[in-house]
């Protein structure tokens, strides 16, 4: 043990053990300084101890995160999720809001401090988007809020990196898989849990039952659930390994039973464009179609049986004469509608090419409607709102990076863990940018878009041995 920590103290790791100790020191003292209630010393050791393992233990660290992704601490000290109940006289945070300040320092420290490493070619526009969204943050008139939404889209680029960076060998990505899974067993066992003691009235949402774990919103939830499908089906799809099989039922019906329409959208495009994926050599292609069409069947099913449902998805009950016009018509939208329409309304009314800066689209609702959720429901018209046509032009085309980088990665295939991880990243991405249309993926990344990198990062190491032997790797 001694050898051990005498190493631990010698060339880097010194410097990583003073300057994880300068931050350690300034969160206690924070914490010292401004703990209204226990809760605020929780976030700050919570944050701090996550840190130190990353100085030390970086693939172990990241595997952690990844674990408790699906349990947010929110409401910690709050009468709700919406609250921000800890430093108040700083604008408010909460536990994740602490861990994901300090965490984002520290993964930057670690990469700095890491040596050279390659940033691909193809995720180079995403970054240059990441930075001109940083930059609007001069002119922006809620630069609170702006900061925060900076910071949640940076975190998960940043998990891109510490994951190539980290968990480079096989074992180390099997057992990064095995921590994500982990959570999402954790989750439900929460859920079912405060179902059994608590009953359905812990999970009203207004007037909705909305199933969740019961710490997290329904919509988020079921992003979280959507992830965890998306990679045990790959995981058998790819592997042919049987035990995967009752979590691909448990986490889609968990996804299912949120009730979020984006989502059960999202979750039938990426898993057609995920079995593509798998099937694209096979000559099976049937496949694909026969898979959505079961899932599709089922959903379908679902809706017809419950005018619940029915009257989430449409203004009124399901009409079997009524044409698709007529039920494009009729879909019920939950108000979003008209909350695009003044969002759009008050982008017209400044900068069309620089918008307001980032925040400004929650500033201003929260002023038109302080009873309202406070979000566009739309992440392209936020950007729009925020960061005008510059910002968001930059936002489609660092996505169009982001699936370039898969297709160039689907040639490097030779394995199954390969075409696993390959296959769930694009899945994945597909669903970011179909959830992005109605609901708010950017705020949600702990529980969605850290998995979207993380994926990807796993691809890009699963094909690094054949990108090494190869003339022109990808993002070369």
Known sequence: ?????????????????????????????????????????FAFVLAITIAFLLAYRPAIALKIILLTGGIPLEWLGATNPDEKPLMRAFGGTSVDGVRL?????????????????????????????????????????????????????????????????????????????????????????????????????????????????????????????MALFFICYAAWRTTGKH????????????????QTRITWGALLVGLLVLELSIQRKSGKLLRAPLAVGALALILGCLVWSSPQLQHRFFSNEFDPRASALDLIQNLNLSGREAVWGIVYVDYLSHSPWLGQGPGTSEAFLRDYDPFGSGVPHNEYLRLLHDTGLIGVSLFLIGLGGLFRFHFVLRRWVVSPRQSMFSATALALLVGYVIEAITDNPLDYYLLFSQYVFFTLGLAMNAAHDEMQNANDPPGA
């Open 101 to 225: 300040v300090i965490l984002s320092a520290v993964f930057i420290l670690i990469l700095l401090k890491s040596g050279r490493f390659h940033i691909p070619r193809e995720l180079r526009w995403y970054l240059v988007f990441v930075g001109f969204l940083a930059l609007t943050l001069t002119y922006s008139s809620a630069r609170l809020d702006g900061l925060r939404l900076v910071v949640k889209m940076i975190y998960p680029v940043l998990i891109f990196f510490v994951t190539i960076r980290f968990l480079r060998k096989p074992k180390q990505m099997d057992s990064a898989l095995n921590y994500w899974i982990t959570g999402g067993v954790i989750a439900t066992v929460i859920g079912i849990l405060m179902y059994t003691f608590r009953g359905p009235s812990a999970f009203m949402w207004g007037d909705d039952l909305r199933y969740s774990s019961g710490l997290i919103k329904a919509s988020p939830f079921s992003m979280y659930m």
């Open 1 to 41: 043990m001694s050898d051990i920590l005498l190493k631990s103290l010698r060339g880097d790791n010194l410097s990583y053990l003073l300057e994880t100790s300068l931050i350690a020191g300034l969160a206690v003292t924070s914490a010292v300084l401004f703990a209204y209630n226990p809760v605020l010393v």
């Open 243 to 258: 035990r995967y099989v009752p979590l691909v039922f448990l986490f889609g019906l968990q996804a299912m039973i949120a």
